[in-house]
C-alpha cells in the first residue's frame, strides 16, 4: 500500500491448488494493477499498520510474487490482511467470514465472485466507462468486460432507450421546425 498516494498494488495473489495453497504472481499481466483507495479505507488502513508496527506482526516489503511460495513459508508480517496467528487469510477463510456475515445480516448468500460481479455491474450502470471497468476488475481485454456486462442489465438497455429517444426526438423535432408552415393572423 502506497500511503502517500493512497493506492493499493496488487502484485501476486493467493490460489488454492487442491490441498495446498500458493502465493504466486497475478495470473495475467492485467491482473497485476493499482486501485485507488477511498480515504476512509486508507486512513483505517494507516491505523492498522501503525497497531501491527506496535505489536511486531508487520514488516516493509512483500512477498516475492515471482517465486512460487508455499502458504506455510508464508510471512504475514509482509501481507495487509491476517488472521490471529500473523498468518495471511487464507482463500476459503475469507468465504466463509462472508457466508457468516450474510446470514447474520439476513442476506441471500454469494459468492465473492458475485460480490465482483455486482461491483462492475453497478459501475456500468452508474455511467462508469467500460474501459475504465475493465481495467479495475483487472480483465485482460476490454471484450471479456463488455461480453459479460454491457448487456446484463434493465437499467443500462433502458438508459440506451432513452437516449436514443432523445435522439430521434431532437432530430425529428428540428426536420419539423423547418418544414412547418406558418400562420399569420389576420
Known sequence: ???ASNELKIEGNLITTGKDILYKSTKTEGS??????????????KKYRAAR???GTYALGSPDADVITPYSNLDGRQFVCVDSNCKPLRPDSILKRLKSFQRANGLPESTLH???????????ENGVDI????????????KITSDT???STTKIKRRATNAMEQIISFSHNKECAKSAPTFNEH
Open 149 to 151: 456486462y454491457v448487456d
Open 114 to 124: 458475485d460480490l465482483r460481479h455486482t461491483y462492475g455491474t453497478l459501475l456500468l
Open 32 to 45: 497485476a494493477s493499482t486501485v485507488a483507495l477511498p480515504e476512509w479505507l486508507a486512513d483505517d488502513l
Open 131 to 142: 474501459a475504465i471497468i475493465s481495467k479495475a476488475l483487472r480483465h485482460s481485454s476490454i
Open 1 to 3: 500500500i502506497d500511503f
Open 53 to 55: 508496527i506496535n505489536n
